[in-house]
């Protein structure tokens, strides 16, 4: 969603709706749990990305994904890279 003066609010990876500001620390919070949104690993290099420069985020819950390529069933195929 691209608000009206023009910067990019929120993106949509995986089928999730991410919340920009959040991640980048604009809307500055100490922790985001993005558990069980079936993110994989491009949507994990996105995320790594834009929160590289988020001062204040400690804590990002990424647990029940399949970054890995490996759901939470052990279902998929594992990849490293």
Do not use: F, H, Q
Not at 11 to 19: F, G, H, P, Q, T
Not at 44 to 54: C, D, E, F, K, P
Not at 73 to 79: F, I, V
């Amino acid at each position: 969603y691209v608000s009206g003066s023009g910067v990019l609010k929120t993106l949509n990876l995986d089928a999730n709706e991410l919340d920009l500001p959040k991640l980048r620390g604009t809307d500055p919070v100490e922790s985001l749990d993005l558990s069980r949104k079936s993110l994989g690993p491009a949507s994990a290099i996105v995320i790594a990305s834009l929160i590289a420069g988020n001062a204040v985020l400690t804590t990002v819950d990424l647990t029940c994904n399949t970054i890995c390529g490996i759901d939470v069933d052990g279902a998929g195929e594992y990849d490293a890279s």
